[in-house]
């Protein structure tokens, strides 16, 4: 079975297809308060079973900043004390069917004392504290760059402006969910996950075990886009279950489930100001960056403003640049990676800045860019490193796509960005021969991504073999020593390279030995390679969108063009770049029309799939894709791509509705009452 029956045709077998006998269904009774008081809690397992912190890991870029990590601001498996957000886990049932469990939680009895919710940004920096004992609700601040006095640099217009992505929680097709099964004195873990790895941590961490005694098993994953890259309070809850009940015990999440309490991406807020010559030449910027981190330290939440404020200044040479970043404590769901995980939203802040300097100097937007690039590798002020010319390459983008002739006829927007992807620490590979078979495993794993395109692709030109033999097998603790996860453009970047390295090592192996390589000898033999390749440095590249959008007769605006532009380094696969970039761009589309999380005093009012915003085909824009492969330093010469697609469309297709309706775009999703408005006039 391949790849597209597993995951375009459902024949793959994910958690829910998994049974074992005697298993228990588990089923988790959740706050209703986005911020109360809790007292006496009966029934269920709870707090009074299992007093205990979960501990969340995210790999990406947590070098860069990330808070205190101080107990009061950590969550709690069961909620004991307060709920600080609706949807929180306060208990779980267990029944023999899943429908069983579902009535159970009704046996649950909680005490409540409802407290004021905090659901903005706004509201938490300059409300009271959602946690006692503390001063305010900054969970993590960073200054980056170095503050300047705008009387010392040369300028002769000074613009500013304020801008909001709302969040967005994943959706993918098959919500979370595991299976916990405790036998022979060590714990199975099966879960849909991006990082089998991550997911043994957590549970070693959370429980206390010993790191040999839990084997984590990736099921085949139907989708993610960040949120399965995270560790949660539910699988602690299973894994406990499991040990005290000695039976396996699966859990399911519900898509309301999904809604409250997966953690969401966005969720970001900016004043920017820019001073600029009159020719366009921006010589400074300041700023200010805040997310919402939700109610606790989890996923990225502590480090997400300072990766976000870091590469603010984008693909642009501007000598001066100062950017305060701040995250703060709302009653939500803790914030989590989606597709791009701060790389959107810097973007969207830095991009809607040009297209505003543009208009101010009656520029085109082109040239305004163009003349705040560089001939030469740099280093931005708040510390992004350029590793090559921006200019030359804009440039072409512009050529390559016909810009000018088509901004002419067409209400076009663009975006010039930077894809930093997640490479650094590396990433492991592990290749297996045994009777004339050729098994893959990857410290990254897949969740619908096509990484066995790629796998075999690699190992047919390396190895000169019939690609039919090659398996991609999931993820595996048993099976690799040591991995880091599938999120943040990284995986052929960091788990190409390292299964090239391990298919050079055997070849290497086959020469000391019969003193040359054939397939027929690999094929003969009994091989077992893994190996962890470091890579420490971030293997930024350069990307070029453009969006062309208009109007029909009934005032709806249609995308009606989407072009790319992309610096891809080596190319494993033709089959997954279009595939992803087309996956990529609809992501970037939704978000600028309608998916988000609404809440109103800590309630949430999105509360089904409908709700949240998913768009329809009709959405779906013609596609231009052009790319150019300018390899990279990695041993297998490639640059990342899942997220440049939803970095560049939101901001693009922004400028192109502005254009359409004549309205300045701050936000995402675009406020329907906005667009209502000026439908409503093209109509009378």
């Not at 998994?18 to 009774?29: E, G, K, Q, R």
């Not at 693909?315 to 803790?334: D, F, G, M, Q, R």
């Not at 975006?415 to 009777?435: K, M, W």
């Not at 086959?510 to 962890?532: A, Q, T, V």
């Amino acid at each position: 079975m391949d790849y597209r029956d597993r995951y375009v045709d459902g024949k793959g077998k994910y958690i829910d297809d998994i049974i074992f006998d005697n298993m228990l269904y588990m089923s988790v009774y959740r706050s209703q308060y986005g911020r109360a008081k809790i007292g006496n809690v009966t029934g269920g397992l709870n707090a009074n079973d299992l007093n205990a912190y979960y501990k969340s890991s995210m790999g990406e870029m947590a070098s860069l900043g990330a808070g205190k990590n101080k107990n009061i601001y950590h969550e709690h498996v069961f909620a004991t004390d307060y709920v600080n957000y609706e949807g929180q886990p306060i208990a779980a049932v267990f029944g023999k069917t899943r429908y069983e469990s579902e009535d159970l939680l009704n046996t649950v009895k909680v005490d409540y004392e409802p407290l004021k919710a905090i659901s903005s940004i706004d509201e938490s920096l300059h409300g009271e504290p959602v946690h006692n004992g503390t001063k305010n609700n900054i969970l993590a601040s960073q200054d980056l760059g170095k503050d300047f006095n705008e009387n010392d640099i040369d300028y002769d217009i000074m613009l500013e402006d304020e801008f909001f992505n709302e969040r967005i929680v994943p959706n993918p097709i098959e919500t979370r969910g595991c299976i916990a099964y405790y036998r022979d004195s060590k714990l199975y873990f099966y879960v849909s996950t991006q990082s089998v790895q991550s997911v043994k941590s957590g549970l070693v961490e959370s429980l206390k075990l010993n790191k040999n005694d839990v084997i984590v098993i990736q099921a085949d994953t139907g989708g993610a886009f960040g949120v399965k890259g995270s560790f949660y309070p539910e699988y602690v809850m299973a894994a406990y279950a499991s040990m005290k009940y000695k039976k396996p015990v699966k859990w399911i999440e519900t898509r309301m489930e999904h809604l409250m309490a997966a953690y969401p991406g966005r969720g970001a807020k900016a004043k920017i100001k820019i001073y600029a010559k009159n020719n366009g030449k921006i010589t400074g910027l300041k700023g200010d960056v805040y997310v919402d981190a939700g109610a606790y330290d989890a996923g990225t939440g502590s480090f997400a403003p300072i990766f976000i404020a870091y590469q603010l200044t984008g693909p642009y040479s501007i000598e001066n640049a100062y950017v305060k970043a701040s995250s703060l404590i709302t009653n939500k769901a803790p914030m989590g990676p989606y597709r791009g995980a701060g790389r959107p939203e810097a973007a969207f802040f830095m991009e809607r800045m040009m297209d505003l300097l543009a208009d101010k100097l009656k520029m085109y937007i082109a040239d305004v860019r163009l003349i705040n690039t560089s001939d030469r590798p740099f280093k931005s002020p708040l510390g992004l490193e350029i590793r090559e010319a921006t200019r030359p390459f804009l440039e072409n983008a512009l050529n390559e796509l016909n810009y000018r002739d088509i901004s002419k006829k067409e209400k076009t927007g663009i975006a010039f960005f930077v894809l930093i992807p997640a490479s650094r620490p590396g990433e492991s590979a592990r290749i297996i021969v045994n009777n004339g078979r050729v098994k893959v495993y990857l410290g990254g794993n897949v969740h619908g991504q096509g990484h066995e395109i790629f796998v075999k692709n690699i190992l047919e030109k390396e190895l000169k073999i019939n690609r039919e033999i090659i398996t991609l097998e999931n993820g595996d603790t048993s099976m690799m020593e040591k991995g880091i996860g599938a999120w943040g453009s990284r995986s052929a970047i960091a788990g190409g390279s390292a299964l090239l390295y391990v298919a050079r090592e055997i070849k290497n192996d086959i020469r000391k030995k019969y003193g040359e390589y054939s397939p027929g000898k690999l094929l003969s033999g009994s091989f077992d390679k893994y190996k962890f390749i470091e890579i420490n440095y971030d293997v930024n590249s350069i990307n070029f969108n453009m969006v062309t959008s208009s109007v029909d007769k009934t005032g709806k605006i249609n995308v009606d063009n989407w072009y790319s532009y992309y610096d891809l380094g080596n190319v494993l696969s033709e089959m997954n770049v279009k595939a992803q970039i087309i996956g990529g761009a609809m992501e970037g589309i939704g978000q600028i029309f309608s998916e988000a999380l609404k809440y109103s005093e800590g309630q949430l009012l999105t509360r089904s799939i409908a709700d949240a915003g998913l768009l329809t085909s009709d959405y779906v824009p013609e596609y231009h894709i052009k790319w150019i492969e300018n390899p990279s330093e990695t041993l297998n010469g490639a640059k990342g791509l899942g997220e440049a697609p939803t970095i560049g469309t939101p901001v693009a297709l922004a400028r192109s509705i502005e254009l359409n309706t004549g309205k300045r775009i701050r936000e995402t999703p675009i406020k329907p009452d906005d667009l209502s408005i000026w439908a409503g006039r093209m109509l009378q």
